[in-house]
């Protein structure tokens, strides 16, 4: 097995922003992968308002990679799941999901939601969840670890 990490995680030039370039040495075929661990980090100052009381998972959209309707919820299309514990600085959590990913190029960009339910409506919709260096109550860090099979195309290289 093979594994794949992806690592978002703010510094001084993307604060309150959501979204992340990933850059990887070799493009990966498209295949299964297993989502086998993620570690989600905040700043949590107890007390304080937050924008992310109650919420309990934070999603990961890997637009033009997840296969189309690989992940469905009645939240989002094509997002994972993470667990995320809103009154901890660390959530971090084992999983064995099997998710088929399209072709994972050397480039790609990783953004990260919460799912939000309209207290009239109760509709479900997803929020940008944003990253900040020393702002309490948001993200730091985001973590996840995939393994996966084949990566036959770094051995022809």
Not at 65 to 85: A, K, M, T, W, Y
Request: hydrophobic share 35%; aromatic share 8%; proline share 4%.
């Amino acid at each position: 097995m093979v594994l794949f990490h992806i690592l978002a995680k703010a510094h001084a030039g993307n604060q309150n922003q959501n979204t992340f370039r990933v850059e990887i040495p070799n493009e990966i075929p498209g295949q299964v992968f297993v989502l086998k661990k993620s570690v989600v980090a905040q700043e949590v100052q107890l007390g304080q308002a937050t924008t992310h009381t109650g919420t309990h998972t934070v999603l990961a959209r890997l637009d033009r990679i997840l296969s189309q309707h690989e992940c469905n919820s009645n939240h989002s299309s094509n997002d994972i799941p993470l667990s995320f514990d809103w009154r901890e600085n660390r959530t971090e959590s084992d999983y064995h999901i099997n998710i088929k990913l399209e072709k994972v190029p050397r480039v790609f960009d990783i953004a990260f939601y919460k799912p939000t339910v309209d207290a009239t409506t109760g509709s479900v919709s997803s929020e940008p969840m944003n990253f900040h260096t020393t702002a309490t109550n948001h993200l730091r860090c985001v973590e996840l670890w995939f393994e996966y099979a084949d990566n036959v195309a770094h051995h022809r290289m």
